[in-house]
């Protein structure tokens, strides 16, 4: 007999939307072929942003997060309920939100309107034009997520170890913190970056900053491994990509002041809390990678 499909009952979670599958996929390609030409610029030596940057270091982390993050995005297709993807969902949103307002904010510095290269000057209008989209669709997707209808999952597979909380609260307050400075005060805030960054950078890497302590606060009051996995995917190539490009412009970063070391610190806790996420979600029963990713069985 044909195997009909039922809605969710009580406990078994909210469906996830074609709309937020969409969104992952595309977002996730574009930021993989946008964040490798930022990077590739930023290794070369050049300031490849959409705005004009004293640096080519902040350009290449921004591009180092757009890239490293794609892992996760794309392993948003194999979520099942809006609780599987929403750590990682909400937090590009706010990332697309987020670096379209600051393009807009900041206008006078891009590409096009300081006479750059042809390539630069299309490639910032073609940023500014392609975060509207991509915004407007994240806002509308996350919206008619939220009011699909559905119930809380029933309970957690696996929670999260006790010991990992309070470094976990202390990582995600210390980005978000930063981020919200670097937004709303990038004149006094951006004097704390190692290295030379105007208005855009600095808010440019605040919007990012913000929505890595959103995704880190957000896992942790998920607490459930299970629901984690594409946010466990992401952290360590967010981390690893920005590492690369600091290490290749070690040179112009002030590694021997406090933001200096307060940033490898920064960096090397995402890192590790992705490790210990897989390592201890590997050793429960009932863990792993792939933990609360199957269907619900469905009655004949």
């Not at 078994?12 to 964040?35: E, H, I």
């Not at 070369?44 to 892992?71: E, F, Q, R």
């Not at 807009?104 to 073609?126: E, K, R």
């Not at 466990?232 to 600091?246: D, F, K, R």
């Amino acid at each position: 007999m044909a195997v009909e499909p039922q809605e969710p009952g009580p406990g078994d979670g909210r469906p996830l939307t074609a709309g937020v599958a969409m969104l992952a996929v595309v977002v996730g390609v574009v930021s993989l072929t946008t964040g490798a030409f930022l990077v590739a610029a930023s290794l070369a030596g050049y300031a490849g942003g959409a705005w004009k940057s004293p640096d080519p270091l902040s350009p290449g982390l921004i591009g180092a997060a757009m890239a490293g993050v794609t892992p996760g995005l794309f392993a948003i297709g194999r979520a099942r309920v809006w609780e599987e993807a929403r750590v990682l969902v909400i937090p590009l949103a706010v990332v697309l939100l987020g670096l379209f307002t600051v393009s807009l904010l900041n206008a006078d510095t891009l590409q096009v309107a300081t006479g750059a290269s042809i390539v630069l000057a299309l490639f910032s209008l073609g940023w500014v034009a392609l975060l509207g989209l991509l915004a407007a669709f994240a806002v509308l997707a996350v919206a008619l997520q939220c009011f699909r209808p559905g119930s809380p999952l029933r309970s957690r597979e696996v929670p999260l170890p006790g010991w990992s909380k309070p470094p976990m609260a202390v990582l995600g307050s210390a980005w978000l913190g930063i981020g919200a400075g670097l937004l709303v005060l990038p004149g006094f805030w951006g004097g704390f970056i190692p290295w030379e960054v105007n208005r855009a950078d600095a808010q440019g890497l605040g919007v990012w900053a913000l929505a890595l302590g959103m995704g880190v606060l957000g896992a942790l009051a998920e607490d459930d491994l299970g629901r984690l996995r594409p946010a466990l995917l992401a952290m360590p190539g967010v981390s690893l990509a920005m590492a690369v490009v600091l290490a290749v412009h070690a040179p112009a970063v002030h590694w021997n002041s406090g933001p200096g070391l307060a940033l490898t610190t920064l960096i090397a806790g995402l890192f590790c809390t992705a490790v210990a996420g897989h390592w201890y979600g590997s050793r429960r029963p009932g863990g792993g990678a792939d933990a609360g990713t199957e269907p619900p069985e469905r009655t004949v």
